[in-house]
């Protein structure tokens, strides 16, 4: 089992920016993809990030302003979000997939006013 903890939402005007944390409980292989994910009111759950060993793969929305980063010694991925825009407003989870499954963050809060 493979717990993931969040940080690092809040509240920011549009333009700015906000880093996203997330630690795993226990050792995440290097191959497994780690990444984020994000929900709207309303709408489906969907891809912002994913990285695993190679180049990481963005959305078309966030390209050029997001950036995801994992650091293997410390079972972390990290999303630095810049120029945020009000339609980036969701609920950001934190991901990683194994053999096992999928195992998924509480999510954290990221709202961006105009």
């Known amino acids: 089992q493979v717990q993931l903890v969040e940080s690092g939402g809040g509240l920011v005007q549009a333009g700015g920016s906000l880093r996203l944390s997330c630690a795993a409980s226990r050792g995440i292989f290097m191959l497994n993809p780690m990444g984020w994910y994000r929900q709207a009111p309303g709408k489906q759950r969907e891809l912002v990030a994913v990285i695993a060993s190679g180049n990481p793969t963005y959305a078309d929305s966030v390209k050029g302003r997001f950036t995801i980063s994992r650091d293997n010694t410390k079972n972390a991925v990290y999303l630095q979000m810049n120029s945020l825009k009000p339609e980036d407003t969701a609920v950001y989870y934190c991901?990683?997939?194994?053999?096992?499954?999928?195992?998924w963050g509480q999510g954290t809060q990221v709202t961006v006013s105009s």
């Open positions: 991901n990683v997939r194994t053999s096992r499954g999928d195992y």
